[in-house]
């Protein structure tokens, strides 16, 4: 599990939440004061851009960031993530907990839990075929 976070190549296949959307750019600096920088975009669509610095990395036991969303040029979000990883015998317990705000009325919190299930079930279907 820690590698699919870890792995640029890894993350770019269940990271983001829209298969039909096209990867513009990404950036990945995996490393404590590293940057990761993910630009996607819907057909037609303005880009939507992560913006992330990785504050804390505890190898397959935390993962700790901090990200602006941005729609365009608007910022939408200002978040702080944290990932939580325990064994569970052949399996790993996963624990996401996310801190943001939400600017201008641009987002809302039920919009980045949607994206956020989504993009962890894709994690999970990408591990179930490993």
């Keep these: 599990v820690f590698s699919a976070w870890s792995s640029a190549e890894a993350k770019l296949r269940w990271f983001f939440c829209e298969g039909s959307w096209r990867v513009l750019e990404h950036r990945f600096d995996f490393r404590v004061g590293g940057r990761e920088l993910l630009s996607v975009a819907p057909p ?19 993962i700790v960031y901090g990200y602006d969303m941005y729609i365009g040029d608007a910022r939408i979000s200002v978040s702080l993530a944290t990932i939580e990883l325990e064994p569970m015998g052949r399996s790993t317990r996963l624990t996401f ?16 839990e949607e994206g956020t299930r989504v993009g962890l079930e894709n994690l999970a279907t ?4 490993s």
Excluded: K, N, W
């Excluded at 037609?44 to 935390?62: F, K, N, T, W």
């Excluded at 990408?126 to 075929?129: Q, T």
């Design 126 to 129: 990408m591990l179930a075929g």
């Design 97 to 112: 907990t996310e801190q943001g705000v939400f600017l201008d009325g641009l987002a809302t919190p039920a919009e980045r």
């Design 44 to 62: 037609g669509g303005a880009p939507h851009v992560m913006d992330a610095l990785y504050h804390d990395i505890v190898e397959s036991c935390r």
